[in-house]
């Protein structure tokens, strides 16, 4: 089986291996169509389990001849899925805007620090809030692509903001109190 590279200067990779997920990675060949098919086999029979094949999917590069996407499909007898918008949360594919494919994972930190929950805690409150949960959100995603850096600098703009105003809001509401103090 070929390997897969996804620009020049990263490594080539034949799979991915999840808890309970494959990725594999190879040509649109009847020769590696029949290649998995084996090692699927070998699996079924050293291991005592069988492979399920009404789960798998495989999705094909744009350009690929219809005469190999049908052999292939055929020959591992599984369906064609033409996009996967995410796989574990993250996006499969990114084209030209890089914001606007990441902004589910922005929306997901604003949710956070703008729940309801979050505009009663105190400072120590606030502080696990951001360090423990907030922060926590985009380390998987950031793991694995490199963020854009205005886009980081937004979602640390969003944790700013909710950190500080919170110190605003609170001493209006001190001034508040104060002035109503003072009326009596």
Known sequence: MHEYSICHNAPPISHLLFADDSIIFCSASKDEAEAIKSI??????ALGQKARFDKPNVMFEKGIPADRKNDTLLILDIREVLSYDKYLELPTRI????????MPLKDRICKRITGRLSKNLSWVGREVLVKAVVQAVPTYA????????????????SI???WWGHEKRQMKNSLAID????QK
Do not use: D, G, W
């Open 95 to 102: 084209k030209r805007s890089k914001n606007k494919v990441f």
């Open 179 to 182: 002035s109503q103090a003072l």
């Open 40 to 45: 699927l086999y070998s699996y079924e029979v």
């Open 160 to 162: 700013c903001n909710y």
């Open 142 to 157: 950031m793991s694995i692509f490199k963020l854009p850096s205005n886009f980081t600098h937004s979602i640390q703009s």
